[in-house]
């Protein structure tokens, strides 16, 4: 299949034209439905509530805009939870019922691997503001995500713990495809650097107790711990670790990234670091984006936010790009993904060139400081 280039920016939308004017006594006109799939409630309902805000920004601009093909477009939302069987129910009300040509959201790896073989069978695209496990990227040919694998944060991990002079490390991750991924990572990669893996221990999702698993690493006398879980749980960790005497560093992945972080931790995440997807603050469509936020939900951008944004417009985009003679379905959407390229968005240029994960995305690392989220240095894989 031969790849087209092309140049696409956040501000794309704006320049749709109605091209009908409805007038009195018409038929109200018909809608282009996308699904959504995200946790709205549960322990990482932040993750849910920031992408949801996002989601409804880009859907304001594009039905302000005239809609696609001068049809308003509307959204379906889903909670799930966070659990990747409440996931499969919620993909299947979106396919069978609302009959949806593609979904938004899935961000966590797990769910987005529950639902991939009923994707795939019935043609409708996935498009994950998140799972970055390294199996998601063979998951299918409906299955799209906008983050690298797990093994670019890994390396990245590896090296950060190597710098510090931490060459012994244990390793502590919940047991769920996303953070088994980043394990299996992480501990193919530090010895392959020169680091040493000590230990490695589990736990279930959901888990709050993880005084066992810290008793085996601390008497491992580790040099830092790797905690690939969610904010919560990496945060809890921190706090019974810290309590249990353990002055190790901690390194996680992005996935701890959220409130729930600091809410759990507190002062004994003070010093966590992990890797991040950048953020471009000064790029116009960062900016654009974040005084929308601000003015209509009084929020400040954080990194699902603008994941979930960037998913939004990539998915109006590839609909808007669908030939007029051609229905918007999903083997046509599909299509249209594979040919974006240089797509300027909030967070970063995404280039798919014929792949269904973008190439050449940009992290950050980040760290806690003072209870924030900050950055610590900035890093091109």
């Known amino acids: 299949m031969k790849i087209i280039p092309s140049v696409i920016t956040a501000s794309l939308i704006a320049g749709i034209v109605i091209p009908v ?14 699904g959504f799939i995200m946790p709205l409630s549960g322990n990482i309902a932040s993750w849910g509530e920031s992408g949801k805000r996002a989601t409804e920004i880009a859907l304001e601009d594009i039905n302000a805009a005239g809609g696609i093909r001068g049809k308003k477009v509307v959204v379906i939302y889903e909670d799930d939870k966070g659990d990747p069987r409440i996931a499969v129910t919620a993909y299947k009300k979106l ?13 966590k790896s797990n769910e987005t691997m529950a639902v991939a073989p009923m994707a795939n069978k019935d043609q409708v695209v996935i498009l994950s503001s998140g799972s970055s496990a390294a199996v998601v990227a063979t998951a299918g040919p409906y299955i799209f995500r ?10 990245m991990v590896a090296d950060w713990a190597l710098e510090l002079g931490l060459k012994k490390v244990g390793v502590l991750y919940e047991v769920s495809t996303w953070h088994k991924g980043h394990m299996e990572s992480f501990t193919k990669v530090f010895p392959a650097k020169g680091g040493t893996i000590a230990i490695i221990e589990s736990a279930d999702p959901g888990a709050t107790d993880f005084r066992t ?13 790797f905690i690939p879980m969610y904010p919560k749980s990496v945060g809890l960790v921190a706090k019974q670790a810290r309590e249990m005497g353990m002055k190790q560093q901690f390194f996680s992945v992005s996935t701890c990234d959220g409130p729930e972080l600091v809410a759990a931790g507190g002062s004994t995440v003070e010093g966590l670091c992990y890797p991040m997807m950048s953020a471009y603050p000064d790029s ?5 984006f974040a005084a929308k936020l601000k003015q209509k939900y009084n929020n400040n951008v954080d990194a699902i936010a603008t994941f979930q944004y960037d998913v939004m417009l990539l998915a109006l985009n590839a609909m808007k790009s669908i030939p007029a003679d051609k229905a918007i379905s999903g083997p046509q959407i599909r299509e249209s993904l594979l040919k974006m390229n240089d797509f300027h968005g909030v967070s ?4 798919f060139n014929g792949k269904n994960c973008p190439e050449d995305r940009t992290f950050d690392r980040k760290t806690v400081i003072n209870g924030k989220l900050v950055l610590y240095q900035k890093v091109k894989k």
Request: with cysteine; hydrophobic share 40%.
């Open 213 to 225: 698993q810290l008793t085996k690493i601390k008497s491992a006398d580790v040099d830092a711990i």
């Open 21 to 34: 004017s409805m007038t009195c006594g018409q038929k109200a006109p018909e809608t282009i439905t996308i």
């Open 348 to 351: 970063g240029v995404l280039t």
């Open 284 to 288: 116009p469509e960062y900016k654009n």
């Open 146 to 155: 906008i983050l690298p694998s797990d093994d670019i944060q890994a390396a």
């Open 95 to 107: 396919s069978q019922v609302d009959k949806v040509p593609i979904v938004v959201g899935l961000t």
